[in-house]
């Protein structure tokens, strides 16, 4: 029996850049929601590692930052984030994304036209 999210995940595929105590990549978000993340990248940290995330969102050439976020899950060249710590500006940009995604994925790119 799985279990359930407390949170929607979206399918997504957006920029990444991350770094931590021991390591730094890039990679591509594939999935999103307000606490968390997966990203795929050929740099995969340890379970339990801490990091800080920036997310190349479509509507802006301002990433979006997570400050702190803490790795769940590992799987091949995957992993999974939990989102510990964003601005509050961050924490409303990455709300009205999701509310977007929710409406379908032809109100985030044609906001991203502007």
Same mark, same amino acid.
């Given at each position: =029996? ?5 949170? %929607?995940? #979206?399918?997504?595929? #957006? ?8 390591? !730094? $990549? ?8 307000? $606490? ?9 940290? $340890?379970?339990?590692?801490? =990091? ?10 301002? %990433?979006?930052?997570? *400050? ?10 995957? #992993? $999974?984030? *939990? ?5 509050? !500006? ?18 985030? =790119?044609?906001?991203? !036209?502007?």
């Amino acid at each position: =029996m799985g279990h359930l999210r407390k949170n %929607p995940r #979206f399918t997504v595929n #957006f920029g990444s850049t991350f770094a931590g105590e021991s390591l !730094a $990549g890039q990679g591509t978000i594939t999935n999103l929601s307000v $606490g968390g993340c997966s990203i795929e990248s050929r740099i995969t940290p $340890g379970a339990q590692s801490v =990091m800080g995330l920036k997310i190349q969102l479509p509507d802006s050439q301002w %990433p979006l930052e997570v *400050e702190q976020a803490v790795v769940r899950w590992v799987r091949g060249n995957i #992993f $999974g984030l *939990e989102f510990q710590s964003l601005s509050e !500006a961050d924490t409303t940009r990455l709300q009205q994304l999701l509310y977007d995604l929710e409406q379908g994925p032809l109100v985030v =790119m044609h906001r991203a !036209a502007y």
